[in-house]
């Protein structure tokens, strides 16, 4: 055990700058020791930056240390160099397997080496080492751990040891190889070249440090920004709860006076109408006797006695109610259903326009950089959204159908109600949906001619057609010439590419890129709008004045 400690004190006796046992040791200010020479070097490279620091922990001093020996330590040192190899430790003496170094003098089974020395350039188990411990001969020798490329040391021309380095070449030479093929190039002792790059090295140690302050901040800046997202979505989502549950608590009291409202009128008008029923059948009963009695008198054989109980008999007392009862159609209540369908409807149109402005309103935290944008369809469709179109603005000579995915342009109008969102002159179409973030949709067209657009919704609908406006870009896609034109603002553009009847949109609206893809087995670009989008945008189509023409919006897997 003794042994063992004596290993350990080899190793903690060392100095960390020439990794070897220290020499004249001293002990700066944070605990650490080293070589006077060595620290001595390192501080005064420091003074060069005006700033001096431990090598090893890297703790900084606003003075340069001032250095003094430290006996107590320099003594330890001196004991260990006498005493410490005086016996190998236990496991010097183990054999050398494939993964361990083996000493180069041991003769038969080589023993595990504990030092290699690059100035020899032989490993050394704990036998073979003491010489270079006990012997002043080796006292400049380079002694290091156990290493298996101490071969890359030796010259393969010369079989000398590389000991120079030419700068000149970028590589180690041996003494020989100045005077030839070397010759002429900047040369420098390889220790005068380590001590050139272990200065570059501690400046990119500095560099990289840095680099980690500065990455430890952002990274808690993140985090306080991730608790920060959390909070005030945690914040925003338990306001938007109460707001909707009183929301529904006033629809459904609305539901509940609607319901009482009519339930009211049920009663009055169920009441009136069996009051008149009853006064009716009064009437008709009354009418039922004197029928009777005049039936009677009919059958009187007396003369007489007819001729003087008849005017009594006949006459009829006069009806306080119509002769005749107006039943209006089954279409008491029909009203109240359309008032409701209208606050429906209109509610709808509300919470879709509230969707779109919160969509916005929630805007993305660009703490890092945004993903790229993406290149395979596989990639694209990753985006892909399920949008539907709007019958509000679907011009008459349109048909939706498919779940209003399709829209075909036929011959005979269509039968829609009148709405302040419907394109009267262009045989035009809006999405339902709005459109923020990044989307992806596919468009099949046939026929002769389709217009495949984006568009914001707030602008005069008859102020022209989608393209050739501000507020809209649109794909013409025309088969009969198999080919297509970018149209905004009235400007039109011819664009090349592969026909396909299959077109994809690519939308990311907070960076303001609308791309048009011409997409068969692969997906080619048309045309790429790079834009600041100021509102919310809409899918739309234009068709053209041919019976069959359409445009059907896929749903892509």
């Not at 959390?230 to 925003?236: E, F, H, L």
């Not at 008008?269 to 009051?275: I, L, M, N």
């Not at 009847?501 to 068969?520: C, D, N, T, W």
Request: charged share 30%.
């Amino acid at each position: 055990m003794a042994q063992e400690g004596l290993q350990l004190d080899r190793e903690t006796f060392a100095c960390s700058i020439c990794l070897d046992l220290l020499m004249d040791p001293v002990t700066i200010p944070c605990g650490h020791s080293y070589c006077m020479n060595c620290i001595k070097t390192h501080f005064d490279e420091d003074d060069r930056k005006g700033l001096h620091s431990c090598p090893q922990c890297r703790k900084t001093f606003t003075l340069r240390p001032v250095l003094e020996k430290n006996t107590i330590l320099a003594a330890l040192v001196e004991q260990l160099k006498k005493t410490g190899l005086q016996a190998a430790p236990a496991e010097v003496h183990c054999y050398a397997g494939p993964d361990d170094v083996a000493c180069d003098v041991c003769t038969g089974r080589k023993l595990k080496a504990i030092k290699s020395c690059l100035v020899c350039v032989i490993s050394y188990c704990g036998k073979h080492i003491q010489l270079h411990f006990e012997s002043p001969a080796f006292e400049k020798h380079k002694l290091v751990a156990p290493s298996k490329k101490l071969q890359e040391n030796i010259c393969s021309r010369h079989d000398e040891v590389m000991k120079i380095f030419c700068r000149t070449d970028q590589q180690s030479i041996c003494y020989l190889c100045t005077m030839d093929e070397h010759k002429g190039h900047e040369t420098v002792p390889a220790a005068a070249e380590r001590t050139e790059k272990q200065k570059e090295l501690e400046v990119s140690r500095l560099n990289i440090q840095q680099r980690i302050q500065e990455r430890e901040k952002d990274v808690k800046l993140l985090q306080q920004e991730v608790e920060a997202i959390n909070g005030s979505a945690d914040k925003a989502v338990e306001h938007s709860e109460k707001i909707f549950t009183e929301l529904i608590r006033l629809i459904q009291k609305r539901s509940s006076d609607v319901k009482q409202q009519v339930r009211s009128q049920q009663e009055t008008e169920v009441s009136r109408v069996k009051e008149l029923q009853e006064k009716l059948e009064q009437e008709i009963a009354e009418l039922k006797r004197k029928d009777g009695e005049l039936e009677q008198l009919s059958r009187t054989e007396d003369h007489n006695q007819f001729i003087h109980s008849y005017p009594s008999l006949s006459a009829l007392s006069k009806s306080t109610h119509s002769s005749s009862i107006n039943i209006r159609p089954l279409s008491y209540f029909e009203d109240v259903t359309a008032a409701v369908s209208e606050t429906r409807d209109k509610l709808q149109d509300i919470l879709r326009e509230e969707q779109t402005n919160i969509s916005l309103t929630v805007t993305e935290v660009d703490v890092l950089l945004s993903p790229p944008e993406p290149k395979t369809r596989g990639e694209f469709l990753k985006y892909s959204r399920e949008i539907t179109l709007d019958p509000h603005t679907a011009n008459k000579w349109l048909f939706l159908s498919e779940g209003n995915r399709k829209v075909t342009f036929m011959r005979q109008q269509q039968f829609y109600c009148d709405h302040p969102e419907r394109f009267t002159e262009y045989s035009q179409v809006l999405s339902r949906e709005s459109l923020c973030g990044r989307c992806y949709w596919e468009v099949e067209c046939r026929g002769k001619a389709v217009r495949v657009a984006v568009s914001y919704k707030k602008f005069s609908h008859d102020d022209l057609g989608f393209g050739n406006n501000d507020k809209s870009w649109a794909l013409h896609w025309y088969k009969m010439k198999a080919n297509y034109t970018f149209l905004h603002n009235k400007v039109q553009t011819d664009l090349s590419g592969p026909w396909s009847s299959r077109v994809g949109v690519y939308l990311h609206h907070r960076a303001g890129i609308l791309s048009f893809y011409s997409v068969s087995e692969t997906m080619t670009l048309l045309h790429r709008v790079q834009t600041t989008f100021t509102q919310p945008l809409y899918a739309g189509f234009r068709l053209y004045y041919s019976d069959g023409d359409t445009a059907e919006l896929i749903k892509v897997k």
